[in-house]
């Protein structure tokens, strides 16, 4: 595959220093100076054990069939979890239907399919959407019409939570010593939860192991029923594994009726936690199901993996309701543990888990307007920061050499915040994940290397390794050295800072202003800074898209979104390739009927003479063979299809002459190939002409050149996920400008849940600049 080189980036103060090329897709360690963007280098990736991120892949964004015109039609969304809790819900509206205009939507009637044409599928009705957007516009609100401190809501009512199954006894026993051993059903479901995972990497986890058989133990000893296990190398859960794995199976094999079947139950009993009414509209919920019982993962080395996630019951769990808002029944037997009214918050139900006696909170989605207010209000606060970044950098820098050490070590800090994009960092306890932030850098997070490197390896948050090797200001290059000399090994670097005392120096500048906001605003400058430099109005769409995903990227790298190399990378790429090829071998035959008809056209047309490289006569060979099998097998499955369609509707079967004569055809077919491969010659159809050959072999360039481009950006990403940039960090509008400038569907970059979740940033002219 040939490398994409990219061109340095220009040295622009305003560039943050973690940035990199993506030119290569081997990871390597990289040096440069401050004010050209640094990678984020990702060696000894393989020595890091599988992370698992809370960022969405780039598997999951799933093209959505919409178009930017009046009459676009809203799909239902996915649900994403919200990240901010009490945000204000500005003046409330009458609701109204979705559209691309600012004005509201009028109803269009639906034309009538002509007679001569197939009848066009029934096009859902699309739900009525509240665009707060617009009131805020209309009314002129200052600071999106948001108080930090208002009421939210003045009417809140919903159905509550949905609570998991009880759990149903199997019956199957596992065996300890050799000997099967009978347990109650509280043991049995416990010890099937480590059994499902036997032959994962968290079962073959020691600390995973030994928290897991730590809790079994103590439910084990709560009845006098269970047996005494006192050693785990003596349990066998594999007769439990065993009988998972012949359910996994029985559900490959259900049939699409019944996976129907079971689906329509579901959404039966979901039904009614969808939507909550907020102020007389529909919302709809984010996170309505309570998480079962299981054992917990955690991230990365998490010290409590493996310990057992109990279940919770309506007793603990405390509801946020309107006062005049109906109570929803609870669990038969149980009662809700607390019912408030607290209107200045955005949660609609609270519990604590007890793993790490953390909350848990009920929010509305991703696409409603609480959330969509907050991210608005977000990307606002670091566009704001545009107009103060210079000022602040000036003054931390003036700051790098203050005689206070506190002065020092914060000016450090904002430095590494600001120009790595790294997170601020808070203090973690004993029971918890060992992540870091820049204010809680150890010691041995960073190691100093003359006259100016600085190399990070440290985790990052969800246990996300972060590597990285940069050249700094020769003054932060001081100043983290006698940092380093003042505390010694074991402690944190800046031992005079707190999360909460920067953050309460940047308010200073700006009000709002936190060490968040840095990380947002560098992803969306880098975003906006990077599209324009990459995308040219002359490239092809596909090259649109290969420019935009690689501006993504540098903010994934940015940001350090790393992810594992999927396993069915390789054959992902094997797959692209055999696609690749098959396209060269169509056209080579078109071109070889073209020079059948037009020999001459050889000389006029030089680049049609030109041999495919990688077509072996061996692959030709077998991609014959391949396709041979595929059209035997399609004829009989449609044969098959035929008759039992003809068997619902009373009539007689097709006559199995009807078979043999397609799979004559098929005979035919290989007979023809056969001759291809042995003469080198195609035979010409009558109803070709060099006219119509010509554009046949255009419309294969046009798709060999989005196969490559598609393999290049498969490649180039495979260590890195572009969800989580786009969902949290780089500012909607960027994107929506830069899909109208280029004219590039919406659908092309964002997934159906991003469309929905930012239809506020539709609204703005189409030459918006971050």
């Given at each position: 595959m040939t490398k994409v080189?990219?061109?340095?980036?220009?040295?622009d103060e305003d560039i943050p220093l973690a940035r990199h090329s993506s030119s290569s897709t081997k990871p390597q360690t990289i040096k440069k100076k401050l004010d050209t963007p640094v990678k984020a280098n990702k060696r000894n990736l393989s020595t890091v054990k599988k992370q698992r991120t809370t960022e969405a892949s780039d598997d999951d964004d799933i093209p959505l069939a919409r178009r930017r015109s009046?009459?676009?039609?809203?799909?239902?969304?996915?649900?994403?979890?919200?990240?901010?809790?009490?945000?204000?819900?500005?003046?409330?509206?009458?609701?109204?239907?979705?559209?691309?205009?600012?004005?509201?939507?009028?109803?269009?009637?639906?034309?009538?399919?002509?007679?001569?044409?197939?009848?066009?599928?029934?096009?859902?009705?699309?739900?009525?959407?509240?665009?707060?957007?617009e009131q805020e516009m209309e009314n002129g609100a200052g600071d999106n019409g948001l108080d930090d401190n208002g009421i939210k809501w003045t009417q809140l009512s919903h159905n509550g939570v949905l609570f998991p199954p009880e759990y149903v006894p199997h019956g199957i026993q596992m065996k300890y010593d050799g000997k099967s051993v009978k347990l109650t059903p509280e043991a049995e479901e416990v010890a099937s939860f480590f059994a499902a995972l036997l032959e994962s990497d968290h079962g073959a986890n020691p600390t995973f192991q030994k928290n897991f058989f730590e809790d079994f133990q103590k439910v084990l000893a709560k009845s006098p029923k269970n047996p005494k296990m006192t050693s785990f190398e003596k349990c066998d859960f594999r007769p439990m594994w065993q009988k998972f794995e012949l359910d996994k199976e029985r559900k490959k094999q259900m049939t699409k009726e019944e996976k129907l079947k079971i689906k329509e139950e579901r959404i039966a009993v979901e039904q009614s936690f969808i939507y909550a009414n907020v102020d007389g509209r529909k919302e709809k919920i984010g996170n309505f199901r309570i998480e079962p019982p299981g054992l917990f993962r955690g991230r990365g080395d998490h010290p409590k993996t493996g310990r057992l996630k109990l279940r919770v019951y309506p007793e603990q769990i405390t509801l946020n309701l309107s006062k005049d808002s109906k109570i929803p029944p609870a669990l038969p037997g149980h009662k809700w543990g607390k019912i408030v009214h607290d209107q200045q918050a955005t949660w609609l139900a609270t519990w604590k888990e007890n793993?790490?006696?953390?909350?848990?909170?009920?929010?509305?989605?991703?696409?409603?307007?609480?959330k969509g207010q907050s991210d608005m209000k977000k990307f606002d606060k670091a566009r704001e920061l545009k107009g103060h970044v210079d000022r602040i950098r000036k003054n931390y820098t003036n700051d790098l050499k203050d005689k206070l050490t506190e002065?020092?070590?914060?000016?450090?800090?904002?430095?590494?915040i600001d120009r790595l994009a790294l997170r601020a960092g808070n203090e973690k306890g004993d029971e918890e994940a060992d992540t870091v932030g820049c204010c809680s850098l150890r010691y041995e997070h960073i190691t100093l290397e003359s006259p100016n490197t600085v190399h990070f390896d440290f985790l990052g948050k969800d246990s996300i390794r972060y590597e990285?090797?940069?050249?700094?200001?020769?003054?932060?290059?001081?100043?983290?050295?006698?940092?380093?000399?003042?505390?010694?090994?074991?402690?944190?670097?800046?031992?005079?800072?707190?999360?909460?005392?920067?953050?309460?120096h940047l308010n200073n500048y700006m009000p709002?202003?936190?060490?968040?906001?840095?990380?947002t605003y560098n992803a969306s400058f880098t975003c906006q800074q990077q599209l324009d430099k990459l995308t040219s109005k002359t490239d092809t769409i596909h090259d649109r898209i290969l420019s935009?995903?690689?501006?993504?990227?540098?903010?994934?790298?940015?940001?350090?979104?790393?992810?594992?190399?999927?396993?069915?990378?390789?054959?992902?790429?094997?797959?692209?390739?055999?696609?690749?090829?098959?396209?060269?071998?169509?056209?080579?035959?078109?071109?070889?009927?073209?020079?059948?008809?037009?020999?001459?056209?050889?000389?006029?047309?030089?680049?049609?003479?030109?041999?495919?490289?990688?077509?072996?006569?061996?692959?030709?060979?077998?991609?014959?063979?391949?396709?041979?099998?595929?059209?035997?097998?399609?004829?009989?499955?449609?044969?098959?299809?035929?008759?039992?369609?003809?068997?619902?509707?009373?009539?007689?079967?097709?006559?199995?002459?009807?078979?043999?004569?397609?799979?004559?055809?098929?005979?035919?077919?290989?007979?023809?190939?056969?001759?291809?491969?042995?003469?080198?010659?195609?035979?010409?159809?009558?109803?070709?002409?060099?006219?119509?050959?010509?554009?046949?072999?255009?419309?294969?360039?046009?798709?060999?050149?989005?196969?490559?481009?598609?393999?290049?950006?498969?490649?180039?990403?495979?260590?890195?996920?572009?969800?989580?940039?786009?969902?949290?960090?780089?500012?909607?509008?960027?994107?929506?400008?830069?899909?109208?400038?280029?004219?590039?569907?919406?659908?092309?970059?964002?997934?159906?849940?991003?469309?929905?979740?930012?239809?506020?940033?539709?609204?703005?002219?189409?030459?918006?600049?971050?």
């Open positions: 080189v990219k061109e340095e980036s220009s040295s009046a009459t676009a039609k809203e799909q239902p969304i996915k649900e994403e979890s919200s990240d901010d809790d009490d945000v204000p819900l500005a003046k409330r509206k009458p609701v109204v239907t979705q559209t691309k205009s600012l004005k509201r939507a009028t109803p269009v009637k639906a034309e009538s399919a002509p007679t001569n044409k197939k009848p066009k599928k029934e096009v859902k009705v699309e739900e009525d959407v509240y665009r707060w957007w793993i790490n006696d953390t909350s848990k909170y009920v929010f509305l989605s991703a696409n409603s307007s609480w002065t020092r070590q914060r000016a450090t800090a904002m430095y590494l990285n090797s940069v050249q700094v200001e020769t003054q932060v290059f001081k100043n983290l050295r006698l940092f380093q000399k003042q505390v010694g090994p074991g402690n944190a670097i800046f031992d005079r800072l707190t999360t909460t005392g920067l953050n309460k709002g202003l936190s060490a968040k906001v840095f990380r935009f995903n690689r501006a993504n990227r540098e903010v994934a790298v940015l940001c350090n979104h790393q992810r594992a190399a999927s396993k069915s990378h390789g054959q992902q790429m094997m797959k692209i390739a055999d696609k690749l090829r098959a396209t060269k071998y169509q056209r080579m035959k078109l071109r070889k009927q073209l020079f059948a008809l037009d020999k001459s056209i050889k000389k006029r047309r030089p680049n049609l003479a030109v041999d495919e490289s990688d077509l072996e006569d061996d692959w030709i060979k077998e991609y014959d063979i391949q396709t041979i099998e595929k059209e035997r097998e399609k004829a009989k499955v449609k044969f098959d299809k035929q008759n039992d369609r003809l068997k619902s509707e009373g009539k007689a079967p097709l006559p199995k002459s009807e078979l043999q004569d397609k799979l004559k055809k098929v005979d035919e077919l290989k007979a023809q190939l056969d001759k291809e491969r042995k003469t080198g010659k195609v035979e010409v159809a009558a109803t070709m002409n060099v006219e119509k050959l010509l554009a046949k072999i255009e419309k294969l360039d046009e798709r060999i050149n989005a196969t490559k481009i598609q393999a290049t950006d498969k490649e180039e990403n495979k260590e890195i996920s572009l969800g989580t940039s786009k969902m949290n960090y780089i500012d909607p509008r960027i994107i929506v400008a830069w899909c109208r400038t280029y004219e590039v569907p919406m659908e092309k970059v964002y997934s159906k849940t991003l469309v929905e979740k930012f239809r506020w940033a539709e609204t703005i002219p189409d030459d918006w600049k971050f």
